[in-house]
């Protein structure tokens, strides 16, 4: 019967600085998802009451829930695009080696800013479908 040679005997063991640096970076994945959080929920409730507050208000005040739903979406899009980076530097210092506690990390990273960036472009939709009903609505 042969034996399988040990997890941490095929893996490649970081280096010092490279293990500060995935620390770093996990943090601040860490930090991204977070804030990310934060602003998909605010996003959200945006999004649900806009077709209700676009019909209410004024061509100006429509006008500025449009301006705050735009800049509300490019902060998302940024974050969404600096976790996306720190996904990606965290990738090049395991170097895809798998099987260990790095890569199950990374890939649980990479699975949150899936349900991140599947969750902005739902809010998106919605939002796009709630100014279509509003401008239709409006004449």
Known sequence: ????????????????????AWEDLRKEARKLEGELDVKLAAYNKLCSGF????????DSSALGADQLAATKAAEIEELLQRL??????????????????????????????????????????TLGAAKDRAALLAG
Do not use: C
């Not at 040679?5 to 500060?20: D, E, F, K, V, Y």
């Not at 077709?51 to 208000?57: D, F, G, V």
């Open 51 to 58: 077709e209700a507050n676009y019909r209410l208000k004024s």
């Open 1 to 20: 019967m042969a034996y399988r040679s040990s997890p941490s005997a095929s893996r490649a063991p970081l280096i010092p600085g490279q293990t500060r």
């Open 84 to 125: 996306s980076d720190a996904n990606d530097e965290m990738g090049s210092l395991i170097g895809g080696i798998s099987g260990d506690s790095r890569s199950h990390t990374l890939a649980r990273h990479r699975d949150i800013l899936q349900e991140y960036t599947l969750e902005f472009r739902r809010l998106n939709s």
